[in-house]
């Protein structure tokens, strides 16, 4: 099944052509329009040198007005092989899509709304019949019934015409066009983006990221150039301003010797508190009873930081070279 993106902002347009396998662009003036196009034929020439195939509108009272548009637009330096002339469904129309197919033009017959609008143009030997699934929709109509049929009439009367399902509003109108096995389908930018997406996708992907992580990366590799050490002679109040500068709810408390003492958290002082009140701010590090810290290596892998944050229940680890602290590791940074 071909892939049109059906656009006329160059921004996205840009971007689309850069996944580098959609089949070409549908565009319309009202598209254009919108897009605060002014130069009609130079925007025409600018996408033409952008993607493989370019459908533009070929307007014109008769038949012979289509034609004369046709050739006009093609002397603007177009690719006639890279070109399809869209035309609206009408008797002039049809009409206009054998002239130009006699000429070796490349037509799409748009705006059909009915089996018949549409067998009218496949028998005229269009190359691309194209139901608008959405405005049907938007009536109260069948439409992918109707796309249905026209799937059907080609293959049974082995018409060499593909149908092209348009007007798409959101990524279940690409699954119902698999589904019924169109030949093209036109998608604007904001539903295709989302043809890739899945919940269950991201949160598999996640996972494999963070466990590449936890095999590939060291703990060096991810700890904060901030060394959070405290020597044990300061008083409570000033690890606590020091933990504020660090950006860590925890210290590693040093003795005079730089050797690691114990580790001073939040969650420290508020035990401190509850047992003793306030006043237990003013006292020194050194009047407090620690447990041995836990550490691990820098060079150890995230893994085993992992394995000992599962198995200890702690929130930080001491990041110990040669039994130095040379910083923190906190369970976020896994």
Same mark, same amino acid.
């Given at each position: 099944?071909?892939? /049109?993106?059906d656009?006329?902002?160059?921004?996205?347009?840009?971007?689309?052509? !850069?996944?580098?396998?959609?089949? *070409?662009?549908?565009?319309?003036?009202?598209?254009?329009?919108?897009?605060?196009?002014?130069?009609? @034929?130079?925007?025409?020439?600018?996408?033409?040198?952008?993607?493989?195939?370019?459908?533009?509108?070929?307007?014109?009272?008769?038949?012979?007005?289509?034609?004369?548009?046709?050739?006009r637009?093609l002397? =603007? &330096?177009?690719? !006639?092989? !890279?070109?399809?002339? %869209?035309?609206?469904?009408?008797?002039?129309?049809?009409?206009?899509?054998?002239?130009?197919r006699?000429k &070796? /033009?490349?037509?799409?017959?748009?705006?059909?709304?009915?089996?018949?609008?549409?067998?009218?143009?496949? $028998?005229?030997g269009?190359?691309?019949?194209?139901?608008?699934? &959405?405005?049907?929709?938007?009536?109260? $109509?069948d439409?992918?019934?109707?796309?249905?049929?026209?799937?059907r009439?080609?293959?049974r /009367?082995?018409?060499?015409?593909?149908?092209?399902?348009?007007?798409?509003?959101?990524?279940?109108?690409?699954?119902?066009?698999?589904?019924?096995?169109v030949?093209?389908?036109?998608?604007?930018? %904001? +539903?295709?983006?989302?043809?890739?997406?899945?919940?269950?996708?991201?949160?598999g992907?996640?996972?494999?990221?963070?466990?590449?992580?936890?095999?590939? =990366?060291?703990?060096?590799?991810?700890?904060?150039?901030?060394?959070?050490?405290?020597?044990?002679d300061?008083?409570?109040?000033?690890?606590?301003v020091?933990?504020?500068? /660090?950006?860590?709810?925890?210290?590693? +408390?040093l003795?005079?010797?730089?050797?690691?003492? *114990?580790?001073?958290?939040?969650?420290?002082?508020?035990?401190?508190?509850?047992?003793?009140? $306030?006043?237990? +701010?003013?006292? %020194?590090?050194?009047?407090?009873?620690?447990?041995?810290?836990?550490?691990?290596?820098?060079?150890?892998?995230?893994?085993?930081?992992?394995?000992?944050? !599962?198995?200890?229940? +702690? @929130?930080?680890l001491?990041?110990? @070279?040669?039994?130095?602290?040379?910083?923190?590791?906190d369970i976020?940074d896994?």
């Amino acid at each position: 099944m071909e892939l /049109y993106l059906d656009s006329a902002n160059m921004q996205e347009i840009q971007e689309a052509f !850069k996944l580098g396998f959609l089949n *070409g662009l549908t565009t319309t003036p009202t598209f254009m329009q919108r897009e605060g196009i002014t130069d009609v @034929d130079a925007a025409i020439v600018k996408l033409s040198k952008m993607v493989p195939v370019l459908q533009i509108e070929a307007l014109g009272s008769t038949a012979e007005e289509i034609l004369a548009e046709a050739d006009r637009q093609l002397n =603007l &330096g177009l690719d !006639k092989n !890279k070109t399809v002339f %869209k035309i609206p469904v009408s008797l002039e129309g049809v009409r206009a899509c054998r002239l130009l197919r006699e000429k &070796g /033009y490349l037509v799409n017959i748009h705006l059909v709304y009915t089996l018949q609008q549409a067998y009218m143009a496949m $028998h005229a030997g269009a190359n691309y019949v194209c139901p608008l699934v &959405g405005r049907l929709q938007d009536q109260g $109509h069948d439409a992918l019934a109707l796309v249905e049929q026209c799937v059907r009439a080609v293959e049974r /009367y082995r018409y060499p015409t593909k149908i092209m399902f348009s007007s798409v509003r959101h990524t279940e109108h690409v699954r119902n066009a698999i589904n019924i096995g169109v030949h093209t389908i036109t998608v604007p930018w %904001k +539903v295709m983006k989302q043809l890739t997406e899945n919940n269950f996708t991201t949160l598999g992907t996640e996972q494999f990221i963070v466990d590449t992580r936890l095999m590939t =990366l060291k703990v060096k590799d991810v700890i904060k150039p901030v060394n959070p050490v405290v020597q044990e002679d300061i008083t409570i109040t000033e690890a606590l301003v020091k933990m504020t500068e /660090y950006g860590f709810g925890a210290v590693t +408390v040093l003795d005079k010797n730089g050797n690691i003492k *114990g580790v001073f958290t939040d969650g420290t002082l508020r035990r401190l508190i509850s047992d003793k009140g $306030h006043q237990v +701010v003013t006292q %020194k590090l050194s009047s407090l009873s620690y447990r041995n810290p836990i550490t691990i290596d820098a060079n150890a892998l995230l893994n085993d930081a992992n394995t000992l944050f !599962k198995k200890t229940q +702690v @929130d930080t680890l001491v990041v110990t @070279d040669g039994g130095r602290a040379v910083g923190m590791i906190d369970i976020q940074d896994i």
